[in-house]
């Protein structure tokens, strides 16, 4: 039986207690065979997380985090990293978002959601450094989106600190290449998700899928298959990328349905 590739490292996913970050701390810990932090604000969706990879035959540690509460984070990180040790595998997949328009939006959520969808991921990358450089391995993966690519309606804070983590990504890159770390993004397109949910509602959804080539969500499996090939060995040279795991929706451009099959371009 082949030997897990991350069989006695150890990864932090940030976000893990429920979609897309639970399906990545689930696999790392269950297939690639990493303990992983199950890191979260909500402890009991984290606890319920972490066990459900022990009684699968992995190994996780559930950490309560605050990420907004970005004076303390990195006070609170040798702590949190106690049990098995600092990350060899980081994974920035926590994010915040609402939907109100650009001309409405309120200074305090704009600050909230610079301060846990950049700044956090900053702080941790930081901290997650000091280790990866020394053993002159890592691999860190940013949570992105394709709202950080191409405006979205309503998503002025969300969309802009996204293409702000985009960017950030490229500047860790390039600084630690030559060091064996690697950081990449993954934008995701629509992902059927807890919090997608909330904030599209069930009545928007099919609407939204037809605008996409594949038209469906995706699934957050989709996008933790996408994390573990950049976490992976194999991605080894590839770094400061950002991956569109999206169904083509950003490819698409002006998506017209059927247009082949209409009198007039048939005529044509």
């Known amino acids: ?16 207690a429920s979609g897309i970050g639970r399906q990545v701390a689930h696999q790392l810990a269950v297939d690639e065979g990493a303990r992983v932090y199950v890191a979260d604000r909500d402890a009991a ?29 990195l006070h609170s990180m040798a702590e949190l990293t106690a049990a098995f040790g600092p990350p060899d595998i980081l ?15 309120p200074l305090d959520h704009w600050n909230t959601s610079f301060a846990v969808n950049v700044t956090a991921p900053m702080l941790l990358i930081q901290h997650a450094l000091q280790h990866m450089q020394r053993q002159g391995w890592g691999r860190i993966v940013n949570i992105a989106s394709i709202s950080g690519v191409r405006a979205g309606t309503g998503r002025l804070a969300y969309g802009t600190s996204k293409a702000a983590l985009i960017a950030m990504t490229k500047q860790f890159a390039i600084e630690v290449a030559e060091s064996g770390v690697t950081v990449n993004a993954i934008a995701p397109g629509p992902i059927d998700t807890p919090m997608v949910r909330s904030v599209q509602g069930s009545g928007h959804q099919a609407s939204y899928a037809d605008m996409i080539p594949m038209r469906r969500f995706g699934s957050p ?7 573990m090939f950049l976490a992976s060995e194999q991605a080894g040279y590839i770094t400061g990328h ?15 349905r059927n247009l082949f099959q209409a009198p007039a371009a048939a005529a044509a």
């Open 221 to 227: 499996a989709d996008i933790a298959d996408s994390v």
């Open 45 to 73: 969706g984290a606890a319920e997380a972490a066990a459900e990879i022990r009684a699968a035959g992995g190994q996780a540690q559930e950490v309560v985090v605050e990420l907004e509460a970005t004076g303390t984070l």
């Open 91 to 105: 994974v920035n997949n926590a994010g915040v978002v609402k939907t109100i328009p650009a001309a409405d939006y």
């Open 242 to 256: 950002t991956l569109a795991v999206d169904g083509g929706f950003l490819a698409s451009g002006v998506l017209v």
């Open 1 to 16: 039986m082949n030997t897990p590739q991350h069989h006695g490292r150890v990864a932090f996913v940030t976000g893990a």
